[in-house]
């Protein structure tokens, strides 16, 4: 079977740093992707780790150990705009997406 | 450029009716994907094409549910009949190639309710 762990909730403040983690347990894994999702919005994609390491795109930057089946999304400098739902999804070579629950981010000013 | 059009947006409808849900993808992208949210379930693949072809179905929860993609401009996922369980947001997102390093573009849903 397939398995991916998130916090459901994560609170912090505007300015501040904050890191999601995600951990799975895949029959194949290829790759972690991450996707924001705003309250009645639809899934959007932020960043793709294929191999170890730190992705960084703006604000944002994604961590992968493929040897730990851990990663994590971390969210820099964090604006009120950064309130919204981050879901972690591994590729397990079905060349689909299997999706975690889901972290709810809350910031508050 | 226009992103995933998914129709309609919102859809309520009685038990035991026939629903018909509406995906265009965005021109060029030659794989298509239907997802189901809910809140005890989470984000679940559904079944997904690749060149206008079903690749993966198994996440299809039974046979109420079809899906076709006659063309590479347009999908439908159909409920026949419809049951109150099936009420959930239902999401049409494409991508350039069926490799999965390729983001999703995601349609804004269809929020269905089953009454």
């Known amino acids: 079977g397939q398995s991916l762990e998130q916090p459901s909730e994560v609170t912090a403040v505007e300015g501040a740093i904050v890191q999601i983690n995600c951990t799975y347990q895949t029959s194949g894994f290829y790759g972690l992707s991450w996707y924001q999702q705003h309250d009645g919005g639809a899934p959007t994609f932020l960043s793709y780790n294929a191999l170890d390491g730190l992705e960084e795109t703006g604000r944002f930057s994604s961590f992968l150990s493929r040897s730990d089946s851990y990663g994590y999304l971390l969210l820099q400098e964090l604006q009120m705009k950064d309130s919204a739902s981050y879901f972690c999804a591994v590729d397990t070579g079905r060349r689909a997406l299997t999706f975690g629950s889901g972290t709810r981010l809350q910031v508050q000013p | ?115």
């Open chain 2, 1 to 115: 450029d226009a992103g995933v059009i998914q129709s309609p947006r919102h859809e309520v409808t009685e038990m035991g009716q026939e629903v018909t849900l509406r995906c265009k993808p965005i021109s060029g992208h030659n794989s298509l994907f239907w997802y189901r949210q809910t809140m005890m379930r989470g984000l679940e693949l559904l079944i997904y094409f690749n060149n206008n072809v079903p690749i993966d179905d198994s996440g299809m929860p039974e046979d109420r549910f079809s899906a076709k993609m006659p063309n590479a401009s347009f999908s439908t996922l159909k409920i026949q009949p419809s049951e109150p369980r099936d009420s959930a947001v239902y999401f049409c997102a494409s991508s350039p190639s069926d490799r999965t390093n390729q983001p999703q573009h995601f349609g804004d849903g269809t929020r269905l309710s089953i009454l």
